[in-house]
């Protein structure tokens, strides 16, 4: 990647987007005078993670806190961190203005809240089996199901651990063995079985932070960043009945474990010490070990599809119904995995809101993981530009042109050919698609597809990919988009073409721009022919009476006439 603040898309007629640095890395331009032509506000609210406002301050952007906590206040680029609870996530997306981008998706608690991603799971799982769903505990939700609770506990000395359903960094979460021990409250529990049987290191259980990354949910768009966290418990691992109640052996979470004296802060990213590792140095330790990661890695992923997939319909439904963009939304999730004695890795937790630690171990990880997802998901400059501006950024970034940000580059409103396009598709699904009958939104939903995917580094994108065809047992759940990049995917690698080439084609065709400029031109054609005059009641009786008296003076004139002859 080049060390310009602004890269030039891959296509032809689309506007550059911003290009962020890790730190240590300096762009080209001569600093500060350049700076001015791009000054742009960044919006985040108080307790926003270091890393995440240091990315924005390289480049250049303003930060600016949020406080109102209102998307119509919001006009650029925005960061949203602060957990979201039902009566508070209740937001209208319309109102964000066209150039804001956030990290917030609707509908995200289908699979963040405990309760609800254990019942989103099991309705897949019933309807596709134990085989393909046997990733995520046995877990009931109380009060609702405390009688089914009470019988799977009764004779049994197994332990079970209660989490609220919409807390974070291990607040109120106990392990129990019988259901009197479980603290009853006004808040909903997730008990979920305990898996007291982990793969520990060094006689301490951890687990896995992971990164996941959603650009988009129609199509469906996941990726996965390939290092992460390991959070190991302080204490040696024991489920001895003494034991039970303490959370420095059972819980692995970092605002838990800092509070033990013991607990080591990892200053050497590269080296198997302190009680943070990142997941590349786990993946060192396991070769060590003779263990081959490869599966497990792959098993992993498998799970992080098939969780989102566990959420997909309700996110999805409440997008198309808020989100007129698709621009505005993207999601940064943090999955929470730990491997068992059998190195069979199980959910335990999907954050909505990952913290970004600023020590140097999380540093060492999460810097670099921020500046590629934020080339990933494609900033643009979307204020207004004047032509003198517009020639002096060109001049010190070295763009031969500079497209502007056009917001129906990402509209979600259908033209009539795409409406009879996507109709003819759900009446004959096996057609496939033709790249000589690509509508204007298809190009779009395409290009995008491919700027996303040349920015990935460590980031993998798993669906779509392919072998797609892993995940055909759930084909009734893709929409027309998700289909289009799949079949995309498969057409170009059976012909052996570059897909790049094919979509630098139809933009040079201004295929990708045809439908909304038709549409603009249509508009300007209207407003140029102008309407004819407006005619006053007054103006209207006069000339009524007008016509009156000259039909009038006619038949008199005929009259006399006949008279004469």
Same mark, same amino acid.
């Given at each position: 990647?080049?060390?310009?603040?602004?890269?030039?898309?891959?296509?032809?007629?689309?506007?550059?987007?911003?290009?962020?640095?890790?730190?240590?890395?300096?762009?080209?331009?001569?600093?500060?005078?350049?700076?001015?032509?791009?000054?742009?506000?960044?919006?985040?609210?108080?307790?926003?993670?270091?890393?995440?406002?240091?990315?924005?301050?390289? =480049?250049?952007?303003?930060?600016?806190?949020?406080?109102?906590?209102?998307?119509?206040?919001?006009?650029?680029?925005?960061?949203?961190?602060?957990?979201?609870?039902?009566?508070?996530? %209740?937001?209208?997306?319309?109102?964000?203005?066209?150039?804001?981008?956030?990290?917030?998706?609707?509908?995200? #608690?289908?699979?963040?809240?405990?309760?609800?991603?254990?019942?989103?799971?099991?309705?897949?799982?019933?309807?596709?089996?134990?085989?393909?769903?046997?990733?995520?505990?046995?877990?009931?939700? /109380?009060?609702?199901?405390?009688?089914?609770?009470?019988?799977?506990?009764?004779?049994?000395?197994?332990?079970?651990?209660?989490?609220?359903?919409?807390?974070?960094?291990?607040?109120?979460?106990?392990?129990?063995?019988?259901?009197?021990?479980?603290?009853?409250?006004?808040?909903?529990?997730?008990?979920?079985?305990?898996?007291?049987?982990?793969?520990?290191?060094?006689?301490?259980?951890?687990?896995?932070?992971?990164?996941?990354?959603?650009?988009?949910?129609?199509?469906?768009?996941?990726?996965?960043?390939?290092?992460?966290?390991?959070?190991?418990?302080?204490?040696?691992?024991?489920?001895?009945?003494?034991?039970?109640?303490?959370?420095?052996?059972?819980?692995?979470?970092?605002?838990?474990?800092?509070?033990?004296? $013991?607990?080591? =802060?990892?200053?050497?990213?590269?080296?198997?010490?302190?009680?943070?590792?990142?997941?590349?140095?786990?993946?060192?330790?396991?070769? %060590?070990?003779?263990?081959?990661?490869?599966? /497990?890695?792959?098993?992993?992923?498998?799970?992080?599809?098939?969780?989102?997939?566990?959420?997909?319909?309700?996110?999805?439904?409440?997008?198309?119904?808020?989100?007129?963009?698709?621009?505005?939304?993207?999601?940064?999730?943090?999955?929470?995995?730990?491997?068992?004695?059998?190195?069979?890795?199980?959910? #335990?937790?999907?954050?909505?809101?990952?913290?970004?630690?600023?020590?140097?171990? $999380?540093?060492?990880?999460?810097?670099?993981?921020?500046?590629?997802?934020?080339?990933?998901?494609?900033?643009?400059?979307? !204020?207004?530009?004047?032509?003198?501006?517009?020639?002096?950024?060109?001049?010190?970034?070295?763009?031969?042109?500079?497209?502007?940000?056009?917001?129906?580059?990402?509209?979600?409103?259908?033209?009539?050919?795409?409406?009879?396009?996507?109709?003819?598709?759900?009446?004959?699904?096996?057609?496939?698609?033709?790249?000589?009958?690509?509508?204007?939104?298809?190009?779009?939903? #395409?290009?995008? !597809?491919?700027?996303?995917?040349?920015?990935?580094?460590?980031?993998?994108?798993?669906?779509?990919?392919?072998?797609?065809?892993?995940?055909?047992?759930?084909?009734?759940?893709?929409?027309?988009?998700?289909?289009?990049?799949?079949?995309?995917?498969?057409?170009?690698?059976?012909?052996?073409?570059?897909?790049?080439?094919?979509? /630098?084609?139809?933009?040079?065709?201004?295929?990708?721009?045809? $439908?909304?400029?038709?549409?603009?031109?249509?508009?300007?054609?209207?407003?140029?022919?102008?309407?004819?005059?407006?005619?006053?009641?007054?103006?209207?009786?006069?000339?009524?009476?007008?016509?009156?008296?000259?039909?009038?003076? !006619?038949?008199?004139?005929?009259?006399?006439? %006949?008279?004469?002859?």
């Amino acid at each position: 990647m080049g060390k310009r603040r602004l890269r030039p898309s891959l296509f032809p007629g689309c506007a550059p987007y911003l290009n962020f640095l890790s730190p240590g890395d300096e762009y080209d331009d001569d600093g500060q005078e350049h700076l001015e032509e791009l000054v742009m506000p960044f919006k985040a609210p108080l307790g926003t993670s270091p890393p995440i406002i240091e990315c924005f301050q390289r =480049f250049g952007f303003k930060v600016v806190e949020w406080a109102s906590r209102d998307l119509r206040d919001l006009t650029g680029a925005a960061w949203d961190h602060v957990m979201v609870r039902d009566m508070c996530s %209740q937001v209208n997306f319309s109102q964000m203005a066209a150039g804001v981008k956030v990290n917030r998706l609707p509908g995200t #608690l289908s699979i963040c809240r405990k309760d609800k991603l254990w019942n989103n799971y099991r309705l897949l799982q019933n309807k596709y089996g134990s085989e393909l769903f046997n990733f995520l505990p046995q877990t009931f939700n /109380i009060p609702e199901e405390s009688e089914e609770l009470m019988n799977a506990m009764r004779g049994s000395n197994d332990a079970w651990i209660a989490k609220p359903t919409a807390s974070s960094c291990g607040d109120g979460i106990s392990l129990v063995t019988s259901y009197k021990q479980i603290a009853l409250g006004k808040s909903v529990l997730s008990v979920q079985k305990y898996i007291s049987d982990p793969f520990l290191i060094n006689d301490l259980k951890f687990d896995l932070r992971l990164y996941v990354l959603l650009t988009s949910i129609d199509p469906l768009k996941i990726y996965l960043y390939q290092d992460g966290i390991v959070r190991f418990a302080t204490k040696q691992y024991s489920m001895r009945e003494e034991d039970i109640g303490d959370k420095f052996i059972h819980l692995t979470n970092y605002s838990i474990n800092k509070k033990n004296e $013991d607990f080591e =802060f990892n200053e050497a990213p590269d080296e198997l010490s302190g009680h943070k590792w990142s997941l590349k140095m786990l993946w060192k330790y396991l070769a %060590q070990e003779e263990i081959d990661y490869t599966p /497990i890695w792959e098993e992993i992923k498998d799970i992080i599809v098939k969780t989102i997939l566990c959420g997909h319909l309700p996110i999805k439904e409440a997008f198309l119904e808020d989100v007129t963009s698709d621009y505005h939304c993207y999601k940064l999730f943090g999955f929470d995995v730990m491997l068992d004695k059998s190195m069979k890795p199980w959910l #335990l937790e999907v954050n909505n809101f990952p913290t970004l630690n600023h020590r140097s171990l $999380d540093r060492h990880v999460n810097e670099e993981m921020i500046t590629e997802m934020f080339n990933i998901l494609g900033f643009h400059i979307t !204020a207004p530009i004047t032509d003198k501006k517009k020639a002096d950024i060109m001049d010190k970034t070295g763009l031969k042109s500079l497209v502007e940000f056009d917001p129906q580059m990402y509209t979600r409103v259908k033209s009539i050919e795409q409406l009879e396009k996507e109709k003819d598709w759900a009446e004959n699904q096996s057609a496939g698609f033709d790249e000589d009958k690509l509508t204007p939104l298809d190009v779009r939903i #395409l290009l995008r !597809a491919e700027e996303e995917f040349e920015q990935t580094v460590n980031f993998s994108r798993l669906f779509p990919c392919k072998d797609s065809s892993r995940y055909k047992a759930f084909s009734q759940m893709f929409s027309y988009r998700d289909n289009l990049l799949r079949d995309w995917e498969k057409k170009q690698e059976s012909l052996g073409i570059s897909r790049r080439d094919v979509l /630098i084609k139809l933009c040079k065709e201004g295929v990708h721009s045809r $439908d909304f400029l038709q549409k603009k031109e249509r508009k300007e054609k209207k407003i140029a022919t102008p309407p004819p005059p407006r005619i006053s009641k007054r103006e209207k009786r006069i000339a009524a009476r007008k016509a009156l008296a000259e039909k009038e003076k !006619a038949v008199k004139d005929a009259q006399d006439t %006949q008279e004469c002859s």
